[in-house]
Nanobody, 116 residues
Framework: QVQLVESGGGLVQPGGSLRLSCAAS????????MAWYRQAPGKDRELVAR????????TYADSVKGRFTVSKDNAKNTVYLQMDSLKPEDTAVYYC?????????WGQGTQVTVSS
């Protein structure tokens, strides 16, 4: 079993920043990557960013390129999503996700609201 716990969401004004954290625990020894997804009201869940643990390569959705940065802290088994220049359309519930031994794991989600 793997547990993923997100934190760091909240209310921020347009142009502001937030940093989300996803702490992983449990049987994570074979985890190879972690991703951030988001789901806005009435919309499908979409991939925001992914980081590969071996080598640290990253990928981003076009809508967040240049504004969001995904990173990891191996010692803390934690992945971060630094979100800068936030826009109202970034408002969503953000989830971290990992696949371990062909099993999909999701965190509980953290709400990000960008509004003036």
């Amino acid at each position: 079993q793997v547990q993923l716990v997100e934190s760091g969401g909240g209310l921020v004004q347009p142009g502001g920043s937030l940093r989300l954290s996803c702490a992983a625990s449990g049987a994570i020894f074979s985890m190879r990557s972690m991703a951030w997804y988001r789901q806005a009201p009435g919309k499908d869940r979409e991939l925001v960013a992914r980081i590969i643990f071996d080598g640290g390569s990253t990928t981003y959705a076009d809508s967040v390129k240049g504004r969001f940065t995904v990173s990891k802290d191996n010692a803390k088994n934690t992945v971060y999503l630094q979100m800068d220049s936030l826009k109202p359309e970034d408002t969503a519930v953000y989830y971290c996700h990992a696949i371990v031994r062909y099993t999909s794991y999701w965190g509980q989600g953290t709400q990000v609201t960008v509004s003036s």
